[in-house]
């Protein structure tokens, strides 16, 4: 068991990195509020968790009520956080009581967005059940729900009251949910650590689940040393965990059969190759992350056209004057942020890498 400490500006976020769920109350003693707890979960995470969560908080809350949700990303909506926050008021939810999300990325992002609205913001326990949730979506304090025409376009920073992860959680995880956090554990490594990057070379990728206890902290240090450092992304920094996101987003949007993850993989082979075409990093730099990418089984092509998947990045949220903007590595470990790229550019390289 390991504690890691995030420490803001106005406030600390304790991650508590592989602790059982049955302690849940005892941490919630120790961090002092209300008496009334919501669990909002997926009916996937609900079913298998929700049990062990609630009988955990016994001892700390007087009153418990379980919320679930349909599981997908077809539940980060406004409706279902208006049905969230009418549940939350129902019953009697003060601004010292708390809210815990239970669950992947999408519990992470919706329960933590209720959190930070209902009664301008109460405390959010997260609890992150998918690996993509344990190394990315948990940290950090970013919270959103998608519009009809957009992914993330409403939201709010706001930081967990704490974290708790359970590596045993993992254990019912689909191999395709474990790749998709392979590719984030991918990007963390290329951005910020050769270390990492060097370890995930090494290891036998068919038994990855047993690294994972190492690979989650490792992961979980790497944000928090740049939410740190830019904890509601003004100073630049925070944009490095866009690395493979840009052009990732692109394809998610247009293809028919990859998942996030999978267009990341696929977005940061691409972005990596076009830092070795602008003469940011070297042709090795370029090989090593597609044979990464491959090593775990993660896609380096896509079903997407480069027309559509240009025409896409146009609507990107960092797209200026119809340059966009992208995070390219300059060596592994190490990324360079702002690099523009044009539409006929991405068009023009496409067929080089995608193949
Ligand atoms: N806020 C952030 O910083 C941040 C960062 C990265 C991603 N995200 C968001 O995270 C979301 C993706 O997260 P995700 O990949 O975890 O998706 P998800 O939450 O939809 O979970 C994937 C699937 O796994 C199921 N599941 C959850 N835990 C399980 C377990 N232990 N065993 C078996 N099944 C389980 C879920 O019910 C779901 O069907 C996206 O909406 C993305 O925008 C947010
Ligand atoms: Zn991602």
């Known amino acids: 068991m390991n504690k890691i400490i995030i420490s803001l500006k106005k406030e600390q976020c304790p991650v508590y990195v592989d602790y059982p769920l049955s302690m849940l109350g005892y941490l919630l003693k120790k961090h002092p509020c209300g008496e009334k707890v919501i669990v909002i979960t997926d009916e996937n995470a609900g079913r298998l968790f929700s049990e062990d969560v609630v009988n955990s908080l016994k001892g700390a809350a007087k009153k418990i009520k379980v919320s679930t ?14 049905n969230l926050l009418k549940e939350c008021s129902l019953f009697n939810m003060e601004r010292s009581d708390v809210i815990v999300g239970l669950g992947g990325g999408v519990i992470c992002d919706l329960a933590g967005f209720v959190s930070s609205i209902y009664l301008r913001g109460i405390r959010f326990i997260s609890i992150p059940t998918t690996l993509l949730a344990q190394v990315d979506a948990s940290i950090g304090g970013k919270t959103a729900i998608n519009l009809p025409w ?57 038994k990855v689940r047993n690294y994972l206890r190492y690979l989650v902290p490792e992961c979980v240090m790497i944000k928090k040393r740049v939410v740190e450092r830019d904890e509601k992304e003004e100073k630049g920094i925070r944009e490095i965990l ?43 730099t370029y ?5 990464l990418v491959k090593k775990y089984r993660l896609p380096t092509r896509s079903d997407v056209s480069a027309e559509m998947a240009a025409k896409s990045i146009l609507f990107d949220k960092k797209t200026k004057c119809g340059k966009c903007r992208f995070v390219l590595p300059v060596r592994i ?17 496409w067929e080089k890498w995608n193949e």
């Open 150 to 206: 957009g992914k993330n376009l409403v939201g709010a920073f706001h930081q967990p009251f704490f974290v708790l992860m359970d590596f045993s959680t993992l254990k019912t995880l689909p191999d395709r949910e474990v790749s998709q956090g392979m590719a984030e554990i991918i990007k963390s490594a290329v951005i910020r650590s050769s270390k990492l990057f060097n370890y995930l070379k090494k290891i036998d990728a068919s």
């Open 333 to 349: 470990g190490a990324v360079k942020t702002g690099v523009e790229i044009t539409p006929n550019e991405i068009i023009s390289n």
């Open 287 to 291: 090989e090593n992350v597609r044979f």
């Open 242 to 284: 866009n690395f493979g996101h840009t052009l990732g987003h692109a394809i998610e949007i247009n293809s028919k059969r990859l998942n996030h993850g999978e267009s990341v993989s696929v977005g940061m082979v691409g972005e990596t190759f076009f830092a070795f075409k602008k003469g940011i990093c070297s042709y090795s």
């Open 69 to 82: 949700i349909k599981p997908g990303e077809s539940s980060k909506t406004i409706n279902v956080a208006y």
